[in-house]
């Protein structure tokens, strides 16, 4: 190649990053991932590099989505779980990562937007994944996952089922001394890692039933 014509090219993409760079200064994350996902397809861009920023971004979009429903939240890293509800109230599911990326910690919120009603756990309890637990079961066509948590009186069950490639997700709130268990449908599910956080919690194999742990042969 020329060096004319290496110039020309290298011009042309100066050009470009310069046409776009108006979209760094947005506040919204998800111009940033536009933006980078446009720079992916240009030859002169490095995939590895612009997989690795797209995938940074990604993460930082996360946080930024869910602080957009939540306020006054504990610290956290990473979303593995945000949906609306029918009744227009907010569930999610974050936690903190380590240097190494790996989670430390789980938190569950529930609430209007900005106005949460529940945070559980408390922000100084330690080994809080402890204070969740999973139960899964899968066959042909048909998984469901199921994480739950007690607090004051009640088992919260936050449910993901498929059945025939049909996907719902559904909270469960039943008081612990009753049979009666009220259900929250997803309307619209905004984050679902579920099975991202899953098996960094304690697994109910429920004795001989029919759940598993994820994993198992």
């Not at 974050?94 to 922000?123: D, H, R």
Request: net charge positive.
């Amino acid at each position: 190649m020329d060096k004319d014509r290496l110039y020309i090219m290298r011009f042309d993409k100066s050009c470009y990053l310069q046409k776009r760079v108006d979209l760094i200064t947005r506040s919204s994350h998800h111009s940033l991932i536009s933006f980078m996902r446009e720079l992916a397809g240009n030859a002169g861009c490095n995939r590895y590099l612009c997989g690795l920023m797209l995938f940074v971004l990604s993460c930082y979009g996360q946080a930024t989505q869910l602080g957009e429903y939540f306020d006054s939240l504990p610290v956290f890293d990473k979303v593995y779980f945000l949906c609306e509800t029918d009744k227009g109230k907010y569930i999610s599911l974050y936690g903190g990562l380590n240097a190494e990326k790996k989670p430390i910690s789980l938190f569950y919120t529930y609430g209007y937007k900005n106005k949460p009603e529940i945070i559980y756990p408390s922000s100084t309890l330690h080994n809080n994944f402890l204070a969740f637990e999973y139960q899964y079961y899968s066959r042909p066509f048909t998984s469901y996952l199921f994480i739950s948590f007690n607090n004051k009186g009640y088992k919260y069950t936050l449910k993901d089922s498929l059945e025939n490639d049909i996907k719902s997700v559904s909270l469960g709130v039943k008081s612990i001394d009753r049979d009666k268990e009220h259900s929250i449908l997803c309307k619209k599910i905004i984050v679902d890692e579920l099975y991202a956080i899953a098996d960094r919690l304690p697994c109910n194999k429920k004795g001989d039933g029919p759940f598993v742990c994820l994993g198992d042969d």
